[in-house]
């Protein structure tokens, strides 16, 4: 005797429900198993700018790390699990670069930018990249960040200041983009480290 239409329907609906719930149950599974936390994975690659275990920073009265401007945005801190040390690994973005954005990784220590890393950037290879290389961050490093330092100023021509950076040679968006970023995680040392800024 053979079933109804409405019946061979309803058993396919139901076996595909089930097909599909123990491959949702799978999925969760193997994602429990394998998911790295998002602060874990950039206190991994945090390594290119400090060598030391890290933990997300949380100042003052719970106050976190992020700050956002038009030209940039810090996008968490870390700070060494050892305490009593003045470093500071900021994850900045800046913005203005030929795919829209770039993050990097700073380190701020003592007061002076000592190391910066690419954290994402998907430049121009062979052009925009170039601004992403250690001679061109090399160019920020050392500067003493005080309350009264307005930021790095980025030039289309040799730098004569100390707070000057001269942009890479057909890179320029991507050198605005590294500036930018690099001047959010002064901005956000200055605030909330210093305690002030002056604008």
């Not at 920073?57 to 009593?84: Q, R």
Request: aromatic share 8%; proline share 4%; net charge negative.
């Amino acid at each position: 005797m053979r079933k109804s239409l409405g019946y061979e329907i309803l058993m396919t609906a139901l076996v595909l429900v089930i097909i599909a719930g123990i491959a949702g149950a799978l999925l969760g599974l193997v994602n429990h198993f394998t998911a790295v936390d998002e602060d874990e994975l950039i206190a991994r690659k945090a390594t290119a700018v400090y060598d030391g275990a890290l933990e997300k920073f949380i100042g003052e009265e719970g106050m976190t790390a992020p700050m956002k401007e038009d030209s940039g945005e810090v996008l968490g801190v870390y700070v060494p699990k050892a305490e009593g040390k003045d470093v500071y690994v900021i994850v900045a973005r800046g913005f203005g670069a030929y795919k829209g954005s770039l993050d990097l990784l700073v380190n701020i220590t003592n007061g002076k930018i000592v190391k910066i890393a690419a954290y994402e950037a998907n430049e121009t290879p062979g052009l925009g990249s170039k601004a992403l290389q250690e001679g061109y961050f090399e160019r920020y490093y050392d500067q003493p960040i005080t309350p009264q330092f307005k930021g790095f100023a980025l030039v289309k021509r040799p730098a004569e200041m100390p707070d000057e950076v001269s942009a890479v040679t057909g890179a320029s968006k991507s050198s605005t983009a590294v500036t930018n970023a690099v001047n959010a995680a002064v901005k956000w040392y200055q605030m909330r480290v210093l305690k002030g800024v002056n604008a």
